[in-house]
């Protein structure tokens, strides 16, 4: 009877095993570009499809050989260039963390009738408070005043010196999408007066739209710069921009760190030709250039536009979400504009 029985059990752990097996090979192969991917993120991707973790792969060639004909989708989240693109011969799908996708490669995607999705709206709120506290840090100097009373200075000197308010200030947004119109929502709160400067101007907005970068500039006390990266804006905010906000001038960051000339931005800043900067991006990320360390005039934020867990949270919701759709029914919730195109001939 034991033996029996102990076959029996056997059995069923090989049923089990094969069945396991199958399930596998159902789930999708994907290929993760996981630079901000948690733990307990990954355990919920492993669960939904078949990953390979691109960090992992010791050999990429032996890898493309043997298994990146297997690949039909990608979740990246720090982008995807075209060769990349074209080792993975059936990709279908490239599911991107953020909402600015200026690191992959579209136009390759599209030659191949890929589509790409991103993580709009879900971060709009978050990247627009994160705003507001680099200017409110900036204009009040929160860094200098904490280091004040840290070097003793309250005790030795007294009172920290006066910094300037951001009641009424004259703001000028650069970019005026989603995220720059929850930013202007923001800021009424404190009274500001706002304009904008964008490709086009938007209908029913109420804010004065500036046709030209540089004479909203020099009409502003502070420009924020919430624009997409990419060849269209690369340095776009150059040295007569900057010298332009002039002296008593704020410069926020909170886009893309191509889109700022950085060189020209630290000769304005040690030249005192701009009052005060607040970064949360750079050129060359991670790396930031150290003329623009310790100075009490510059703020420095390492990329934590949309940094908290319950925004991250609703962005990886949304990459496995338009995973899982396209999987499902090709059908996705949230692509790049760029493949409208492709998915209305999909659709068809």
């Not at 909203?216 to 006390?221: H, I, S, T």
């Not at 060849?231 to 002039?246: F, H, M, N, R």
Request: net charge positive; glycine share 6%; charged share 20%.
């Amino acid at each position: 009877m034991k033996t029996h029985l102990q076959l029996v059990r056997y059995l069923i752990s090989l049923v089990v095993e094969q069945l396991i097996k199958i399930m596998q090979n159902l789930k999708p192969n994907i290929l993760l570009i996981s630079r901000y991917l948690s733990d307990n993120y990954l355990d919920i991707f492993q669960s939904k499809f078949n990953c390979t973790i691109f960090e992992d792969i010791k050999n990429l060639d032996n890898f493309f050989s043997n298994s990146g004909t297997s690949i039909t989708g990608v979740a990246t989240f720090s982008g995807i260039n075209k060769k990349l693109i074209s080792k993975l011969t059936n990709l279908k799908i490239i599911s991107c963390f953020g909402v600015g996708y200026d690191s992959i490669d579209v136009n390759a995607a599209l030659e191949r009738n890929i589509i790409v999705t991103h993580t709009p709206n879900v971060l709009n709120e978050e990247v627009a408070s994160t705003t507001l506290l680099l200017l409110l840090a900036a204009k009040r100097q929160l860094i200098s005043n904490y280091n004040w009373i840290i070097d003793g200075n309250w005790e030795k000197k007294g009172n920290a010196p006066l910094t300037n308010t951001i009641e009424k200030l004259h703001v000028g947004l650069l970019g005026y999408g989603r995220i720059g119109q929850a930013i202007a929502r923001k800021l009424l709160a404190f009274n500001c007066n706002i304009s904008y400067h964008a490709r086009n101007k938007v209908e029913n907005s109420s804010y004065k739209y500036y046709k030209n970068l540089l004479e909203m500039a020099r009409n502003v006390e502070c420009l924020i710069v919430i624009t997409p990266g990419g060849p269209d804006t690369e340095k776009i905010v150059d040295k007569s921009v900057i010298e332009a906000l002039g002296p008593k001038g704020t410069l926020i960051n909170i886009a893309r760190g191509s889109v700022v000339d950085e060189k020209a931005l630290v000769d304005c800043v040690i030249n005192k030709k701009i009052g005060s900067v607040a970064l949360d991006v750079f050129e060359n990320e991670p790396k930031v250039p150290r003329e623009l360390f310790n100075l009490d005039n510059v703020l420095l934020a390492p990329h934590i536009g949309s940094s908290t867990h319950e925004t991250r949270k609703a962005m990886l919701d949304l990459v496995i979400e338009n995973l899982e759709l396209y999987y499902n029914n090709k059908r996705v919730r949230t692509p790049v504009p760029e493949c409208n195109k492709l998915i209305n001939e999909i659709y068809k």
